[in-house]
């Protein structure tokens, strides 16, 4: 399964790789932004307006055979034809080879003779398409350098250093983008959430959203969208936690981010922090599963309207945990889910009441 065709990058990544395409399903673009809609602007992305005509083009269709029809086509890489398995008709031919032209039969050769760079990341702030003069002060050789050349190669990569960052959203991206990755290191989240996160804020500065904005505030509510849109669950004092700014300060921007950048942001239901929860709780994997379903039966009594999720997911963990023999403390739920013990004990009377659990407290 490759990008979808509207995806910008067109790298034929597959969907899980891919940060374009997942995003472009919550994000509500103009028509004009999106190359699939308009094939006549990009002819090249569009060679056919009837894809399954050329089977070559369609990797999705496979090919059959002209002549008896059969679908057991075998594809020749070394000839560059493609041939049918049961009567030997040849059905290309002449195909190029996508390749290298070299081979290599160790790791350590194929490092060697590859001359393409890494990918592109969309957390540096150029994407890692620029180049870097180290600081070993060495030739190809390993040999030190003579003070002059070192000074030379000093002025050089200061330089170097300063053209980098040569207008002011670089500068800007340059920050939001250092920021990103330590906050997003010490909450421990993942690299598909950090690219994430990163395209979220590119698409704000490239809007002029944050203009007159504070750098850690917004990066901090692109971290916290990113984490709703991927069902991640991390709640507002985690991030406020390590960043910079104030729980209304990191909600305001959230909401700003939304609203301008028109995100489809999924809600978040207890469920999801059941798990997360009863891991930092130390409770065994069958405690998750009997609370996810007490969950499930308070969502079918419409107990669950209006109610914080963290404070079901704690509730029910509470529940569970006092009939299974693994209880928890209050206290201890409630430092874990940051609720507190009140809401929790409200939670669980609720739910005893409603779904008729009989709990020794």
């Known amino acids: 399964m490759v990008c979808k065709p509207n995806c910008e990058k067109k790298n034929g990544l597959q969907k899980v790789d891919c940060v374009e395409c997942d995003l472009h399903e919550n994000f509500n673009e103009n028509p004009s932004e999106n190359p699939s809609e308009n094939p006549s602007e990009n002819p090249s992305e569009n060679p056919s307006e009837n894809p399954s005509e ?23 890489p070394a000839r560059g ?13 002449h195909i190029i080879d996508q390749g290298p032209e070299w081979r290599a039969y ?21 994407k890692g398409l620029s180049t870097m003069i180290d600081w070993h002060d060495q030739d190809i050789f390993g040999k030190k350098l003579a003070p002059k050349k070192r000074a030379q190669i000093y002025r050089l990569r200061r330089w170097q250093i300063r053209s980098r960052v040569h207008s002011s959203i670089a500068r ?64 507002l004092e985690e991030i406020t936690k390590y960043s910079k700014v104030s729980k209304k300060e990191l909600a305001r921007n959230y909401r700003f981010l939304v609203e ?23 409770m065994s994997p069958h405690i998750q599963q009997e609370a996810i379903k007490i969950i499930e039966g308070a969502q079918g009594k ?28 209050q206290r201890d739920i409630s430092r874990v889910s940051h609720i507190t013990e009140v809401t929790i004990r409200n939670r669980y009377k609720e739910i005893v009441r409603t779904l008729n659990l009989k709990l020794e407290v």
């Open 54 to 76: 050329n089977p070559s083009e369609n990797p999705d269709e496979n090919p059959t055979c002209s002549d008896c029809g059969s679908a057991n086509v075998i594809q020749d």
């Open 81 to 93: 034809e493609v041939i049918c398995g049961d009567c030997g008709l040849v059905i290309e031919e």
């Open 106 to 126: 160790e790791s350590k050769e194929l490092n060697k003779k590859a001359r393409t760079g890494s990918p592109t990341h969309l957390i540096i702030h150029d």
């Open 172 to 235: 800007n991206l340059s920050r939001a983008m250092g920021e990103l990755d330590r906050l997003a290191s010490q909450i421990e989240l993942p690299k598909d959430i950090k690219e994430t996160a990163a395209l979220i804020y590119r698409r704000a500065i490239k809007g002029n959203y944050i203009k007159g904005k504070k750098i850690g505030a917004t990066v901090a509510a692109s971290i916290y969208a990113a984490c709703r849109m991927r069902k991640v669950p991390r709640i």
């Open 260 to 282: 301008c950048l028109n995100m489809k942001v999924p809600l978040m239901e207890a469920s999801d922090f059941v798990s997360r929860f009863s891991e930092e709780l130390k």
């Open 302 to 329: 419409d107990l669950t309207t209006g109610k914080d999720p963290k404070g079901l997911a704690a509730a029910a963990l509470y529940i569970v945990g006092t009939l299974e023999g693994e209880r928890r403390t």
